[in-house]
């Protein structure tokens, strides 16, 4: 069975400090995906990125990047000088396929991420 | 514009009434999917639909039963026989690829809170 392990239930930072979030998963697919959501207080979820696993290059939009390690299947996300509109609460997800094209997917917990001016 | 719309947005209803929460989407996606979410448990799968008139338990289906009579909608009722109706509840669309991206789109969530 698929697993996405969020072992960080709640971060606290003050703004303008670098804060990174962790996710480790587990899949015997060799074909996959990985995502990153936030959820902001109105609840809705907001994707931010996609990562296919045969793809290790680690990517920057702006403040944020991702370090993808399939060696350690892990799947960070770093915020570079936080604000605080990243107070949310942040999920990292994992494909699994269905057959016919189409997945559902595996969500971690989730880690609930606080900035404080 | 086309997106998933779920209603109502909060719900509150009596222990032992079955409620049934809607979503609908314009996106013309065949697959849909219901979700739910916890304080601390992230998002656990209900049910999902790949086709119409077809679909499929997810993680936690007891308690919980759906239709799919026109692509557009896809329905969800909380019944009687739900322990812990309380929840936030998320409906997600999706489009076949090969291979499959995994990239679900979702609407904004209807809260549900049984007193």
């Known amino acids: 069975a698929q697993k996405v392990t969020q072992a960080q239930t709640e971060i606290s930072v003050v703004e303008k400090e670098d804060v990174t979030l962790d996710c480790v998963y587990e899949?015997?697919?060799?074909?996959?995906?990985l995502f990153w959501y936030k959820q902001p207080p109105s609840g809705e979820l907001v994707f931010l990125i996609r990562?296919?696993?045969?793809?290790?290059q680690n990517e920057i939009s702006g403040r944020y990047s991702w370090n993808f390690q399939k060696s350690t299947s892990s799947f960070n996300f770093t915020i570079t000088a936080s604000q605080v509109v990243d107070s949310a609460v942040y999920f990292c997800?994992?494909?699994?396929?269905?057959?016919?094209?189409?997945?559902?997917?595996?969500f971690g917990k989730g880690t609930m991420l606080l900035v404080s001016p | 514009d086309g997106g998933i719309t779920q209603s109502p947005k909060y719900l509150f209803r009596k222990e032992g009434q079955n409620v049934t929460l809607s979503c609908e989407q314009n996106?013309?996606?065949?697959?849909m999917y219901w979700y739910r979410q916890d304080p601390g448990q992230g998002l656990r799968l209900i049910y999902y639909?790949?086709?119409?008139?077809?679909?499929q338990k997810g993680d936690i289906a007891e308690g919980y039963s759906v239709s799919r009579e026109k692509k557009e909608s896809f329905p969800l009722t909380v019944t009687s026989a739900q322990k812990n109706p309380t929840a936030f509840y998320l409906c997600?669309?999706?489009?076949?690829?090969?291979?499959?991206?995994?990239?679900?789109?979702f609407g904004e969530g209807s809260r549900l809170t049984v007193l």
């Open positions: 997600a669309s999706s489009t076949s690829s090969v291979p499959s991206t995994g990239e679900l789109f």
């Open positions: 899949t015997r697919d060799t074909t996959y995906y």
């Open positions: 990562r296919n696993s045969f793809d290790e």
């Open positions: 997800a994992l494909s699994e396929a269905l057959g016919s094209g189409y997945s559902t997917l595996t």
């Open positions: 996106l013309n996606h065949d697959a």
């Open positions: 639909s790949q086709i119409v008139n077809d679909f």
